[in-house]
């Protein structure tokens, strides 16, 4: 009953984001909302650049992929350097090279994977020089998906856009003041935002002394679900009260971390010059969430197979083992789904201690490629190649050339959107099967069993689709997994991106054909399950062996535990 | 490219200032000043209530069991960073759960020392009392929670057990709009009421008895 209020009231929030957030992106983005611009104009002056100097692909490409690497450049050093720089009230030193690569990399790729624990290993710099990012990364993933659905929207066009405007009006008409507001709301309900260093405590009835790491938290935590970026201050991430402190934190979290994704459909469908289009989309990625918060919260609602082993009598409270107690079980795997179905990966809960039924709920979400409704910015284009994949099915289907929003969808466009779908499950997959064979990857698991198995597989599910949550127990610091943690990340990012960003160049050289009586129409709920079939059996096809060594063989052990 | 190379540069320091810098700045001074007491930590003249302690004594509320644990889970191994977010008690920790999965035999075996600890205080425990949190560090238990360690805590304590369960019910903090999350006893705040409780009982608190 809990659930399904909590539930009507994100859908409501949604609703709120998706109606009004969607229709002011659009007119950010196509230049018609402009009371920012007396802050842009001085970002354009030092740029040398204006909203009317637009970019072919190739130079959008181009500066997508000189920018994002400078950014790991100078995060990277920061991070090596920290123990020189101010604001460190607890004086850590550098970061090691093989972690600075894979954190940098982390934050630029909208990742936020996390090998080290933060309150032990960032000084306040550190984190505040990730938390740009955690703007910058956002931002550049709206980029990409607006000159994809430039790309669509536009017909003989040379350009899709300028790069530099896109992720300058991004950040200051759209994450900048919503993640403030957020900011102040996490600290009202007692997340903490000091940049005093630790707090010396002593309880009188006790006797007992702590030192607790404290820092600018809040405003991160803001950012951090806003921009489905999900890497915490703190290791225990949003499990960690001065995170994530209320009921209410847990969902504004989640509100925060769809909206934008949500959102964007209705800023595609606008546009395009019609909403029932985004509607469709939308529609595709709220039957994969509804499902996979069926199921997935319905697991953790059950025992913990070992706890109850143990000798436990049924409980009122379902799989309690890493999680807190002001979240329940239901509501944890609710956050669970849906930072595991965005890009973000934060986490209010241990995910390694979640039933087999549950870890897959996480682990699956990711594997569909994170489109329901995905990461920000990145969630929209990604459905947009299924969606063009789907239209491609039916023209086969039908014998006709496919169109997509009038755009005919040849075989350029087939091997775009191919590439573009097909990187993450070989970029998983590949990196698993080396790090199973080599013993470097094989000790770090901390469960025996499937479970360790599952601890690799989620590691580089995670990284490829640029999530960033984990199964804990892996001891993934270590220059192994560091390094190639870094380069599915890399993959998982830019792999997709530049093909993306051509396929929006090649789909705006050309014209629209006007729609006909034979057009497959694109916005019917015909259209919605192709997308949503396309999506599963791409997912299936891919993982389904890779996932029943994993969750599903655990699942079916009844009885057996692993050391 | 280099025309990408220097927008990029300057596209980045400009945003170190502002996203790093000021937004940092920004906010703690607002935070400082709208809500001091929740931006320092919810600090109390005996820790956060919203940071886990261990009370390992059986005159106290429990909360969680970590690797702090007072429970017959044994803190040398280490399994999590409970209720150790930077140092406690002197020793380094982190926070974080103990990442054990749902068939793994030392979870199993955890949770049955718990059990049977639990049992041999008398108190038939609930799922909280036997299962990590997902900080370590988790500071609440559910009401129930605290419900069945009141045959523990009244035997050691003496105070009348209709008395703590009057007390218990005095600080179930309940879901926020009755449906957020669920609801929760705070841990340092229980054992303070009951020290206070004692004092005005003429118990003693601070002595086992």
């Known amino acids: ?563 | 490219m280099y025309v990408h190379l220097r927008r990029s540069l300057v596209l980045l320091l400009c945003s170190f200032a502002v996203l790093g810098l000021a937004y940092a700045y920004a906010a703690t001074g607002l935070s400082q000043a709208l809500f001091p007491h929740q931006a320092n930590g919810s600090l109390g003249p005996n820790g956060s209530t919203l940071i886990g302690q261990p009370f390992d004594a059986t005159r106290w509320f429990h909360g969680r069991p970590d690797d702090f644990g007072p429970y017959a889970a044994d803190p040398a191994k280490g399994v999590s960073g409970g209720d150790n977010p930077l140092e406690a008690d002197g020793l380094q920790g982190s926070s974080g759960p103990t990442n054990l999965g749902p068939r793994s035999k030392v979870l199993l075996e955890d949770t049955r020392a718990l059990i049977r600890w639990w049992h041999e205080h008398g108190v038939q425990p609930t799922s909280d009392l036997v299962t990590t949190s997902g900080s370590g560090l988790d500071p609440d238990i559910s009401p129930r929670s605290a419900l069945v360690q009141i045959p523990m805590v009244a035997k050691a304590t003496g105070v009348p057990p209709a008395d703590l369960r009057a007390l218990v019910e005095r600080e179930v903090h309940p879901a926020e709009w009755g449906f957020l999350g669920s609801p929760t006893v705070d841990v340092l705040q229980l054992n303070e009421a009951l020290a206070h409780l004692e004092a005005r009982l003429g118990l003693h608190p601070g002595k086992s008895r």
């Open chain 1, 1 to 563: 009953m809990d659930l399904f209020l909590t539930i009507v009231v994100l859908v409501a929030a949604l609703a709120v984001c998706w109606r009004f957030l969607g229709t002011y992106m659009a007119g950010v983005f196509e230049g018609r909302i402009t009371f920012l611009a007396w802050a842009e104009r001085p970002v354009y002056r030092l740029l040398r650049t204006s909203p009317e100097q637009e970019q072919t692909w190739q130079r959008y490409a181009g500066a997508l992929v000189v920018f994002s690497g400078l950014s790991i450049l100078f995060t990277y050093l920061v991070l090596r350097i920290q123990g020189s720089l101010p604001l460190n009230p607890e004086h850590l030193g550098a970061v090691s090279p093989a972690l600075a690569w894979n954190t940098a990399v982390s934050f630029v790729t909208n990742t936020n994977w996390q090998n080290y624990a933060g309150e032990r290993t960032l000084s306040y710099l550190s984190q505040m020089t990730l938390v740009v990012q955690q703007f910058l990364s956002p931002a550049v993933g709206i980029a990409v998906a607006l000159a994809l659905v430039r790309g669509l929207a536009r017909r003989e066009s040379k350009t899709v856009g300028n790069f530099w405007v896109d992720v300058t009006r991004a950040v200051l008409y759209v994450l900048l003041p919503i993640a403030f507001l957020a900011g102040i709301v996490f600290v009202a309900q007692g997340a903490v935002q000091t940049l005093a260093g630790p707090a010396h405590v002593r309880d009188s009835l006790t006797g007992f002394t702590q030192v607790i790491p404290r820092g600018p938290v809040a405003f991160m935590e803001a950012i951090k679900q806003l921009g489905t970026n999900g890497g915490g201050f703190y290791a225990a991430n949003g499990a960690m009260p001065y995170e994530n402190p209320t009921g209410l934190t847990n969902l504004l979290s989640i509100v925060l971390l769809l909206a934008i994704p949500v959102a964007l459909t209705a800023t595609f469908g606008d546009m395009v010059g019609s909403r029932r289009q985004g509607l469709a989309l939308l529609a595709a990625m709220a039957v994969l969430f509804g499902a996979w918060t069926g199921f997935t919260t319905w697991a953790e609602h059950q025992p913990n197979p070992a706890v109850a082993a143990a000798g436990l009598p049924h409980q009122p409270t379902g799989n309690m083992e890493g999680k807190e107690a002001r979240f329940g079980d239901t509501q944890s795997a609710l956050y669970g789904v849906a930072s595991t179905q965005t890009s973000t990966g934060s986490a209010d809960a241990a995910y390694d201690s979640f039933n087999p039924i549950g870890g897959f709920g996480l682990l699956s979400g990711m594997m569909l490629g994170e489109v329901s409704p995905g990461g920000v910015g990145s969630g929209l284009y990604t459905i947009l190649l299924f969606a063009i994949l789907a239209v491609f099915i039916a023209g086969l289907m039908v014998g006709r050339t496919p169109e997509y929003l009038g755009k005919k969808i040849q075989a350029r466009e087939i091997q775009l959107a191919g590439i573009g779908i097909l990187v993450m499950p070989i970029v998983v997959l590949v990196l698993t099967a080396i790090a199973v064979s080599v013993h470097a990857g094989r000790v770090a698991p901390l469960n025996g069993g499937p479970h360790g198995f599952s601890e690799i597989l989620y590691a580089f599910t995670s990284q490829a689709n640029n999530n960033g949550s984990a199964f804990g127990g892996i001891s993934s610091n270590t220059a192994f997994y560091n390094v190639l943690g870094g380069v599915a990340m890399l993959l998982g990012r830019f792999a997709i991106m530049v093909p993306v960003l051509a396929l929006g160049g090649v789909l705006a050289e050309k014209a629209t054909v006007p729609a006909g009586p034979g057009t497959f129409r694109t916005d019917t709920p015909l259209f919605v399950g192709l997308v949503i079939g396309s999506i599963l059996l791409i997912g299936a096809l891919t993982f389904f062996p890779a996932v029943s060594l994993g969750p599903i063989v655990e699942q079916l052990s009844h009885g057996r535990f692993f050391g």
